[in-house]
């Protein structure tokens, strides 16, 4: 176990933040709530924005950029949209700073120099797309519009977390628009299961997919689709949402398209995001007592080798070897690093890539190579094996796609194993406080979340949309319920 | 030549303007000098990104992300920075909205939410840099740190142009720490070239290397070294710049190191920054009076196909020799575009490919198909040419490379065209106002500089590196001069 390391039993909360640090991963900056993250934790950001990115392409999006200030007045014109993003917001009032006015060294906002409306910087872009896209817009030949953006935006949170909740974050959002209702609901729920595919296959993260209960959904949304990750003290994470917007942007800002039948109809929206916050859902989901553990297909380093020698003559013998396997992982695409630094020694590397969640360690030892043999060791499960080095690649690049299958059913185990029925609602106050996601009949009705929100600090995660119907008595109110509905607290 | 268009000779200044617009690279934002890049001039600036990204990577750095608001106070610590950056800036000065006191509709900063000190937008990151980087450095173990970071900046310019000069612009921006003088002055000198090699490799774009004067050097810096380019209008573009910040900034946030001989020393700064700028150079550099020209190497598009066929027999053959021909262009990492859209005529796809500077246009007809023939047009000559259809694809990727080296040469014949020595006052003022650099004497006083600016309007370019010693006198003071600088109008 990592030297003063706290375990996730003793303080998961604690646990966490320490990781992210002595990870390299990221820390808190002079400014409240705003993060820095260092080149360790943003090579992981940058695979998960490229596999992103790829996919997006791939299903005919186009990448483009768009203000990072928006007129107050913008966020006045959606009702819901206003109520849910422009309180806690960073607002820009003046462009100019002069010598203090008292004479005292410094500098303050000139006084002339104040803006006629003030500027909210992004906390998301609906408002100032749709304003763009009414001049995109014409006729159903205009249609679909399917832009995305890679950018940062701030939202005023009062408690932060790294990653999890800051006050600036990256992300991207997906702004598309539609001739029909029909259309923007099936993009809605393409970009769903995009969301869904990446978290399962390159997090190695399973997620549940469904809907958000009107109480939990996005301001200005007719519908808000989500994918929910289950951490390893039980609570939930949304890892991503995908919102039907239905025309409300576009009668917000006057969009409207002739249609093929030549008649002028409001276009249909939608939009979709995710976010650094994912990097928090990543460390969480896999990590443990002795660090970070990263799947495979997100790791800047996959494999890590180090060195093990006394002499010059074993040396010469150990680098040898490792050039032969360095160019054979390289040409398998496999990201490796060889650590033959002389100045730290074998055991403070194999703590250090410990923590830092490499994959696959291989440890080439002089005398070890003499009977023909190098030390492989898995991160995840810490098993360390003596193999051939012959053809020793072939069972590493194996041994790299199992690591991320083990990552996938071990996390999938521990969410089945923390998801279960609940019936009555004493039922439900004991099973609440032990963690993960418990399946309730619900009545349907927002004051009913809200009140179990109030009893519980439990919510609606999602309605799921693989579930069956199924007649039922809400746990609270013992009203009728046709199909049961996941609770969980939540990050 | 494209309807309506203005030509360069009209209105070099309108041209642009409506270019930019015309060929759907950006356009003004609602926000006061923020632009929106679109689809099109955003895949461009990716395919700028990943090719820089690529290099910057194989010369050791990692990408990096960090806050996007700074502490005014940070601006107060190293004086020529402030005097350069905190003036013209965004400053935010409240984080909540609240509905009007008065009880009119809308919204307004909540008094009760004003920042105990107010937040800068960064227009540049030295400073929350160099605060970070305190807590990074202990020893000379810990150094070289070779960071880079891509990001929205904001300076509140007064006189705004699309991609030249916009308040919010995207960049990337290098910061690096280094135990010697001589290592952060070897690091700055390598970005230089970095950046000149990208611009004349992938840009098609010749640039001078020099050094700035005193007067041209960023805020804080002790030497700033620059690439400047030639536009089509003989005014000079400042293309990307690269500082030696001497121990200036580890100096204002006390950031020292022990090194190797156990002594405590300051460290050596750089940064470095190439910006969406390099978009208006670009577009300025190689387009013509028929839209934009694009170089192979950053088109988004390299070769457009577009069939003409009457009948269905017809369009079947042609589909078929475009398919072919897609297949083998794409084997060869070509990008390509086959628009067979029926609602537009041949003659509007052909206009709308080289309004885009698509670099190489496919027409596939029917009846020249019968006689194996195609048509192949390049952009940035206009020519046409029919050749066989068979190893069509290898001509293509000839004739590529072939425009990617005529834009380069076509635009140093430019440059060299317009660029001539002067050696008295007179001549300087008569030869200013055709454009172009000229190389002239100057006694290396910022008093002179300043004066031939207001006089002139024209600016040092830089001293350039690759230059002969030759003594001469200051075309205004008469003075010594032991080697010529470039003047020049300047973007």
Chains 1, 2 share one sequence.
Request: hydrophobic fraction near 35%; include cysteine.
């Amino acid at each position: 176990m990592a030297k003063n390391f706290v375990t996730r039993q003793e303080n998961y909360s604690e646990w966490y933040n320490e990781l992210v640090v002595r990870a390299d991963l990221a820390e808190n900056s002079a400014v409240r709530g705003c993060m820095v993250i260092k080149p360790y934790g943003y090579a992981i950001w940058e695979k998960m924005q490229a596999a992103l990115d790829k996919m997006f392409k791939e299903t005919g999006h186009q990448n483009a950029y768009f203000p990072l200030f928006i007129p107050k007045s913008y966020f006045e014109k959606e009702a819901e949209h206003v109520e849910g993003f422009a309180k806690e917001c960073a607002i820009v009032t003046h462009h100019r700073l002069k010598p203090k006015s008292d004479g005292s060294p410094g500098l303050e906002p000139d006084p002339s120099a104040k803006l006629e409306e003030e500027l909210i910087v992004r906390p998301t872009s609906e408002t100032i797309i749709w304003d763009t896209y009414r001049g995109w817009i014409q006729s159903y030949r205009d249609l679909p519009i399917l832009c995305n953006q890679w950018a940062n935006v701030v939202r005023w949170e009062m408690r932060t977390r790294m990653f999890l909740r800051t006050a600036e974050f990256l992300w991207q959002e997906g702004h598309t628009a539609h001739a029909t209702k029909e259309e923007a609901i099936e993009e809605t729920e393409k970009m769903l299961n995009v969301y869904a595919y990446f978290a399962e296959k390159h997090m190695a993260m399973p997620v549940l997919k469904g809907t958000k209960s009107p109480n939990e959904r996005f301001a200005g949304a007719l519908d808000t689709y989500c994918i929910e990750a289950m951490m390893q003290d039980g609570k939930a994470l949304q890892a991503g949402t995908s919102h039907f917007l239905g025309q409300n942007f576009a009668k917000a800002f006057d969009v409207k398209f002739l249609s093929k039948e030549n008649k002028l109809e409001y276009v249909w929206a939608t939009s979709w995001g995710v976010s650094t916050r994912l990097m928090g859902a990543l460390i969480m989901c896999h990590s443990d007592d002795h660090g970070l553990v990263l799947p495979p297909m997100l790791a800047p380093i996959q494999v890590v080798i180090i060195p093990i020698y006394k002499t010059p003559e074993q040396k010469e013998k150990v680098n040898q070897e490792a050039q032969n396997i360095i160019k054979e992982l390289k040409e398998m695409n496999i990201s490796v690093k060889y650590d033959d630094r002389e100045e730290y020694k074998p055991g403070w590397k194999f703590n250090e890539y410990e923590f830092k969640g490499v994959p696959v360690r291989i440890t080439i030892g002089a005398r070890d190579l003499e009977q023909g043999l190098i030390e492989i060791a898995r991160r995840d499960t810490l098993e360390k094996e003596s193999i051939s080095n012959v053809g020793a690649s072939q069972k590493i690049k194996t041994l790299l796609d199992d690591v991320q299958e083990n990552l996938y059913n071990k996390a999938l185990s521990y969410r089945e194993d923390n998801t279960r029925k609940v019936d009555s609602w004493e039922e439900f106050m004991v099973e609440i406080e032990k963690g993960g996601f418990l399946l309730c009949h619900w009545d349907g009705t927002p004051e009913t979340e809200e009140k179990i929100k109030e009893l519980s600090k439990a919510t609606i995660r999602c309605i799921p949309l693989e579930t069956e119907k199924e007649e039922g008595k809400c746990i609270l109110t013992g009203k009728p319920s046709s199909r049961r509905v996941v609770f969980a607290r939540a990050y």
